[in-house]
T-cell receptor
Framework: DGGITQSPKYLFRKEGQNVTLSCEQN?????MYWYRQDPGQGLRLIYY???????QKGDIAEGYSVSREKKESFPLTVTSAQKNPTAFYLC????????????FGDGTRLSIL | AQSVTQLGSHVSVSEGALVLLRCNYS??????LFWYVQYPNQGLQLLLK??????LVKGINGFEAEFKKSETSFHLTKPSAHMSDAAEYFC???????????FGKGNQVVVIP
């Protein structure tokens, strides 16, 4: 079955440490997205990519970085510059086009030790 | 920029009663609208979408939503709540220009036996 795989499910970070969250899709989608979810805040867009080797900042990109070297993969790095990284992170993908729904992975929960 | 308002972060409904979740959007162009459901520690699953065809949209699990342009609304309903409907529900509007979704803050639905 096609889908989006996020790993790991749970991740712990020490102060001053960078961590990378993995997102892989086998849906052959062009567009991929990273969201951050905090209780009562809904989903906020961190970065998105509409094509390989290109990506754009979302609403809360500070302290995060991404790469898009392959169509199937869109890893997110949470850098030490992100002062409040504890959250649930969701990756999504879609066919390009505003009427196309986004498909979501099952998320990674990041916590600070 | 598009935006979505969902009022009432927590909604309690008795089993067998009507489920009504309200969504109002702000958009300068005809919107694409989506409802998603999220179960604990999982990603989002598409319930239904409006893409300028029929104004009454039927989705999965017995849910439906009606697009009302005059009221800038896209409320979600289900005639009879089931225990399995306990989850968080998000309304989202698409930015046609770049495939971005703007999410509401969500409604946590509790079903009372």
């Amino acid at each position: 079955d096609g889908g989006i795989t996020q790993s790991p499910k749970y991740l712990f970070r020490k102060e001053g440490q960078n961590v990378t969250l993995s997102c892989e899709q086998n849906l052959n989608h062009d567009a991929m997205y990273w969201y951050r979810q905090d209780p009562g805040q809904g989903l906020r867009l961190i970065y998105y990519s509409q094509i390989v080797n290109d990506f754009q900042k979302g609403d809360i990109a500070e302290g995060y970085s991404v790469s898009r070297e392959k169509k199937e993969s869109f890893p997110l790095t949470v850098t030490s510059a992100q002062k409040n990284p504890t959250a649930f992170y969701l990756c999504a993908s879609s066919i390009f086009g505003g009427n196309q729904p986004q498909h979501f992975g099952d998320g990674t929960r990041l916590s600070i030790l | 920029a598009q935006s979505v308002t969902q009022l009432g972060s927590h909604v309690s409904v008795s089993e067998g009663a009507l489920v009504l979740l309200r969504c109002n959007y702000s958009s300068s162009v005809p919107p694409y609208l989506f409802w998603y459901v999220q179960y604990p520690n999982q990603g989002l699953q598409l319930l239904l979408k409006y893409t300028s065809a029929a104004t009454l949209v039927k989705g999965i699990n017995g849910f439906e939503a009606e697009f009302k342009k005059s009221e800038t609304s896209f409320h979600l309903t289900k005639p009879s709540a089931h225990m399995s409907d306990a989850a968080e529900y998000f309304c989202a509007v698409s930015d046609r220009g770049n495939n971005r979704l703007a999410f509401g803050k969500g409604n946590q639905v509790v079903v009372i036996p």
